[in-house]
C-alpha cells in the first residue's frame, strides 16, 4: 500500500516541481515581520549581480521551525532567536556549529521589544511596569509559535527582575497581570500588528523595534508614537544553512553566498534602512539617529545562556507556562 | 422513479469499484485514519483535558452559536427567495437565480475581505452601523455575517425545487374550499416543503460551523471571545500542540459525520413524503 | 406566465422587494465592493498590481491546481455514480457517506488529517521522507487538499440523476451488440454530459478558492506555494489593501463566470 501510494504521489512530484536540475532559487524561512526587511536585501543582493532568485516564507519564527521540521524545504531559516535554530539542531536539519560558520555569532542584525502606542500615548505607557496596571490592553504574538513573543517574556522578566530584586514571587505576579492583560495572542508579529493598528485592539503593541518604527513611518507618526521603555532585551537575529536541505538539493554554495551578503555593508545597510540594527558598528554609527540610545540586557547576563532559558522557561510547564495560561 | 435493478448485467462493476475504493482510501480514508490514530494514540485522559478545556468550550459555544443564528436567518432569508423565485414573474428574475450561487462561487477568503471591508469602521455598512453603537468587525456579529453570507445558498435550493412540485390544483382545491392564504400556506404548503426546508438548514449549519477563511478575516480571533474551533485548531498546529489539534479536529470530524447522517436521514424523508404526494 | 404589475397583490410586492433589498445587501455589494477597491487608485495601479511577479505565479498555481484536480475528480466522480446507481453491492450506503464526508468538514478538519498522514511526525511522513518524497508545503500537497475538498462535487450531481434515468437505455444498447465503453460513449455520457459540467464548476470553483485547507499544508512560499487566496490574505497583512482586493478581482471574475455558466446550464439543463 504504502509503496504503492509512494510511487503514484512521485509521480505527481516530479511532473510538477524541479528537482534533478542545478539549482537556481532558494528559499529563505523566516520571521513574520521581516517580509518587508527581505524583500529589499534580495533586490540589494540581485543588485549586486547575484542570478539566484531567493524566495520568501514569513510567519512567527517558531511556527518556521515547525515548518522545516514538518519538511518546508528551506534552505536558509534568518529566524529571530537562537532557540528556534536549536530545534532544527535537534531535529538533525542544522549543524550544531552554525553559529561558528558566520560572524558575530551568525546574527547580521538585531532589535529589542519596544512599544507602540496610539498617538499621544493616552494610557501615558512609559516602561514595563505600565504594561500591567489595570485597563491597560497590550498586544504581543503568541510566545509559543513567535519568538517576537518570548522575547516580549524575557524583556519583561528582566525589567522585572531589577524591579523586585529578584523576588520570583512578585515577578510572577508582575508577569501574570501583563499576560493577562493580553486579549489576543497571535501567531506572528505581523498579525500582532495589524491586530492593534487594523482592528484598533489594545492600547500598546509589544514588538521588536524594528517593527514599531517601520509601522510609525508606514503608518504615519501621527497615528502612532514609538515608545523606548528603560530597558529591553537583546534579540540577536541568527541565521543558518539548513544542512539537510541544501545537501539534498546541491544549493550549498548559493545559500551561503546569500547569508554571507547579510553581513556586507551593503547587506547592513538595507538592514538598518529597515529599522533593524546592524551589527557593523560604522553602519550603525551612520544610522545613529534613527535608533534611540536604549540599555539591552543579554540572555547570558539575565539568564545565564539559551540553553537554561530553553530548558527552564520554554520548557512544557516550565516558567512561561506558569503564566501564560493558554488553555 | 421506476426503476429496475439489473445484477450486475451491466458491465463496469469491477472498474469502476477498483477506482473508487483505491480513490476513497488514498484521498479520503487514510487521511482521516491517520488523524484518528493520532486521537486513539492519545489516552482518553489527555483527549477530555484538551476537548473539555474552558478554551475549548468558548470556542465551541462561540461557533456552535454563531452558526445556529446564522442558519435561523438563513432559513428566513432562504425560504423567502425561494418562494419569490416560484411563485412569481418578474424583471431580473434570472439574475437573482443565479446570484443566489454567488456565495457558492466566491472563495471564502475573498468574502472575508470584502466583508471586513464593508463593516470596517470608514466601510460602506459600518459608518451606518458604527455610529449606531452596532460594531460587526472583530465581534461575534461579525463571524455571525460571515457564516451567514457563506451559507445563503443551502436553503433557498433545497425548498426551490420541492415548491415548484407542488401541485398548483390541490391549492386551488384548498383555495375554493374557502381557505385564506395563510390557510393554504400552513395547512397546504408548510407540510410538504418542511422536510426540504430542514434538509437545507442543517446543510447550511454545517457549512457555518466549518467555515473558516471568512470567518478568520472578520472575526477578531480573541479567545473565549471571537475564537472559532477551526481556527483554534489552527493555532494548535502553529504551535506545534497536534494532540490538541488532532483532539478538536476529531470534535469537528464527529459534528460533521452527525450533521451528515442527519441530512442523509432528512433527505430520505422528503423522497418518502415526495413519493406519497404524487 | 405574464403576471402584469397591475394585477400583483401588494404581499407579492412586498415580497419580491424584499428579496432584492436583500439580494443587493448580501450578495451585489460585496460583489461591486471587490471592484471598487481593485480599481480606486486606477486602473494602471490595478494592472500592475496583477502583474505582480508573486500574484502572477499564484494566478498559475491556482489554475494548475485546478487542471489537475477537476479532472481526476470527474473521471472519479463518473466511476462513483456509475457503482452506486447501476449496483448493489454490500457497503454501498458506506462509500457513499465516504465520498460524501469532504464537504461536510472543516477544511481546517481537511487541512490537518494531511498533515498528520505526510507531515515529518505523519503517518506515512517518515517512510516517504526516507524515501526522498516531500509532500508537505508543495504544491503536490495542495492539490492532494484539492482533491479531498472537492471529492464529492461531480459526484453529488450525477448520482440522483442516473438514479433516475434508470438502466432501459444502456440494456438496450448491449443487447443490441454495443461493448461497455460503446455504451458509455453513446448512450450514458450524452445523458449525464451537462450535470458532469455543472458538477465541474462547482469543483472548479472550490478548488480555486480553497483556503482553510491549503493554509495548513502550503508553507506559504511567494512565487511558489502561494495560491491566490493565500495571496489575497498575505497581501492584506502586508497592509496592501489594493494589492489585495486586485488579486481577489481574478477570484471574483471567476465566481461571476461560474454564475453565468452555471445558469445558462440550468436553462437548457432541465435535470434538477
Not at chain 1, 527581505?38 to 515547525?66: C, D, L
Not at chain 2, 482521516?32 to 478545556?53: C, Q, T, Y
Amino acid at each position: 500500500m504504502n509503496k504503492l501510494l509512494a510511487t503514484a504521489v512521485a509521480a505527481v512530484v516530479l511532473g510538477t516541481s524541479p528537482v534533478f536540475a542545478q539549482p537556481t532559487d532558494i528559499l529563505n524561512a523566516s520571521y513574520d515581520i521581516a517580509r518587508e526587511l527581505f524583500e529589499a536585501e534580495n533586490a540589494a543582493y540581485a543588485a549586486t549581480g547575484a542570478t539566484v532568485t531567493v524566495n520568501q516564507s514569513h510567519a512567527g519564527s517558531s511556527a518556521q521551525a515547525r515548518a522545516v521540521l514538518e519538511g518546508l524545504a528551506a534552505d536558509v531559516v534568518t529566524f529571530n532567536q537562537v532557540t528556534d535554530i536549536d530545534k532544527l539542531v535537534d531535529g538533525g536539519f542544522v549543524s550544531d556549529d552554525w553559529a561558528s560558520e558566520f560572524p558575530n555569532n551568525a546574527a547580521p542584525f538585531y532589535s529589542f521589544p519596544a512599544f507602540l502606542v496610539r498617538a499621544g500615548n493616552p494610557k501615558g505607557i512609559s516602561d514595563w511596569g505600565d504594561l500591567a496596571a489595570d485597563g491597560v490592553q497590550v498586544i504581543f504574538p503568541n510566545p509559543k509559535t513567535s519568538g517576537n513573543g518570548r522575547y516580549t517574556y524575557l524583556a519583561a522578566r528582566a525589567w522585572a527582575i531589577e524591579e523586585y530584586a529578584g523576588d520570583e514571587a512578585k515577578i510572577e505576579e508582575f508577569l501574570t497581570k501583563l499576560f493577562a492583560n493580553v486579549p489576543v495572542f497571535e501567531t506572528g508579529g505581523r498579525a500582532a500588528t495589524t491586530a492593534f493598528t487594523e482592528r484598533q485592539l489594545g492600547d500598546v503593541l509589544v514588538s521588536f523595534e524594528a517593527e514599531v518604527l517601520s509601522v510609525k513611518k508606514q503608518l504615519g507618526a501621527d497615528k502612532y508614537d514609538a515608545v523606548t521603555p528603560s530597558v529591553s532585551f537583546l534579540s540577536e537575529f541568527p541565521v543558518a544553512i539548513v544542512d539537510k536541505v541544501v545537501d539534498a538539493r546541491g544549493s550549498r554554495d548559493l545559500a551561503k553566498a546569500y547569508l554571507e551578503f547579510l553581513f556586507t555593508p551593503e547587506g547592513q545597510e538595507v538592514a538598518a534602512a529597515n529599522f533593524h540594527r546592524p551589527s557593523d558598528d560604522a553602519v550603525l554609527a551612520a544610522h545613529a539617529a534613527d535608533f534611540p540610545e536604549i540599555r539591552l540586557v543579554t540572555v547570558d547576563e539575565a539568564f545565564g545562556g539559551w540553553d537554561k532559558v530553553a530548558a527552564e522557561h520554554f520548557a512544557d510547564g516550565g516558567l512561561l507556562d506558569k503564566v501564560f495560561l493558554n488553555q | 422513479m421506476a426503476q429496475r435493478r439489473s445484477k450486475h448485467l451491466l458491465p463496469g462493476f469491477g472498474l469502476t469499484l477498483g477506482v473508487s475504493m483505491l480513490y476513497i482510501t488514498i484521498i479520503i480514508a487514510l487521511p482521516l485514519l491517520a488523524m484518528l490514530l493520532k486521537v486513539g494514540g492519545m489516552g482518553w485522559e489527555e483527549f477530555w483535558r484538551i476537548v473539555a478545556s474552558n478554551r475549548s468550550l468558548a470556542a465551541y459555544r462561540i461557533t456552535f452559536s454563531s452558526a445556529f443564528i446564522a442558519t435561523i436567518f438563513n432559513g428566513a432569508l432562504g425560504l423567502l427567495l425561494a418562494w419569490v423565485l416560484t411563485r412569481y414573474s418578474f424583471p431580473g428574475k434570472r439574475i437573482l437565480d443565479a446570484l443566489v450561487d454567488l456565495p457558492f462561487a466566491l472563495p471564502t477568503a475573498v468574502a472575508g475581505l470584502v466583508l471586513v471591508t464593508l463593516f470596517a469602521p470608514t466601510g460602506w455598512y459600518g459608518q451606518l452601523l458604527e455610529p449606531n453603537g452596532f460594531k460587526v468587525n472583530y465581534t461575534q456579529a461579525g463571524i455571525i455575517i460571515a457564516m451567514t453570507f457563506t451559507s445563503i445558498p443551502f436553503v433557498v435550493r433545497t425548498v426551490q425545487p420541492v415548491l415548484e412540485d407542488i401541485q398548483v390544483d390541490l391549492e386551488e382545491a384548498a383555495k375554493t374550499l374557502g381557505a385564506t392564504p395563510w390557510q393554504v400556506f400552513s395547512r397546504v404548503i408548510w407540510p410538504t416543503i418542511l422536510p426540504a426546508f430542514m434538509a437545507g438548514c442543517v446543510l447550511s449549519f454545517a457549512r457555518a460551523l466549518g467555515e473558516f477563511g471568512a470567518v478568520v478575516f472578520i472575526a477578531g480571533n480573541l479567545p473565549g471571545k471571537t475564537e472559532i474551533v477551526s481556527l483554534l485548531i489552527f493555532i494548535r498546529i502553529d504551535e506545534y500542540n497536534y494532540e490538541g489539534a488532532a483532539a478538536l479536529a476529531f470534535v469537528l470530524l464527529v459534528a460533521a459525520f452527525c450533521l451528515l447522517l442527519l441530512t442523509n436521514a432528512l433527505q430520505s424523508w422528503q423522497t418518502r413524503y415526495a413519493d406519497r404526494s404524487r | 406566465m405574464t403576471t402584469t404589475t397591475a394585477t400583483r397583490s401588494p404581499a407579492e410586492i412586498t415580497l419580491i422587494t424584499l428579496a432584492f433589498v436583500f439580494a443587493a445587501a448580501l450578495l451585489v455589494v460585496p460583489l461591486a465592493v471587490i471592484f471598487a477597491f481593485a480599481l480606486r487608485e486606477g486602473l494602471g495601479v490595478y494592472l500592475s498590481n496583477i502583474a505582480e511577479p508573486s500574484t502572477v505565479h499564484a494566478i498559475g498555481l491556482t489554475v494548475l491546481t485546478s487542471l489537475i484536480v477537476v479532472p481526476i475528480n470527474i473521471a472519479v466522480g463518473i466511476c462513483v455514480a456509475w457503482l452506486v446507481t447501476r449496483f448493489k453491492f454490500p457497503g454501498r450506503q458506506v462509500l457513499i457517506t465516504f465520498i460524501e464526508l469532504p464537504a461536510a468538514v472543516s477544511p481546517i478538519v481537511a487541512g490537518t488529517v494531511y498533515l498528520f498522514l505526510y507531515g515529518g511526525q505523519g503517518l506515512l511522513g517518515p517512510v516517504l521522507q526516507g524515501a526522498g518524497i516531500q509532500l508537505m508545503f508543495t504544491v503536490t500537497a495542495i492539490i492532494l487538499v484539492g482533491l479531498f475538498v472537492t471529492a464529492p462535487f461531480v459526484a453529488r450531481e450525477l448520482i440522483p440523476l442516473m438514479q433516475q434515468q434508470g438502466t432501459e437505455d444502456e440494456e438496450a444498447a448491449l443487447s443490441l451488440g454495443a461493448n461497455g465503453w460503446q455504451m458509455f460513449w453513446f448512450v450514458t455520457l450524452p445523458n449525464i454530459r451537462w450535470a458532469i459540467l455543472y458538477g465541474a464548476i462547482l469543483t472548479n470553483a472550490r478548488v480555486m478558492g480553497e483556503f482553510g485547507a491549503v493554509s495548513v499544508v502550503s508553507g506559504s512560499i511567494r512565487g511558489q506555494t502561494n495560491t491566490l487566496p493565500l495571496q489575497i490574505s498575505q497581501l492584506f497583512n502586508d497592509f496592501n489593501v489594493t494589492g489585495s482586493f486586485a488579486a481577489a478581482s481574478t477570484l471574483a471574475l471567476m465566481a461571476v463566470l461560474t454564475l453565468i455558466l452555471k445558469s445558462t446550464l440550468e436553462a437548457r439543463g432541465g435535470w434538477r
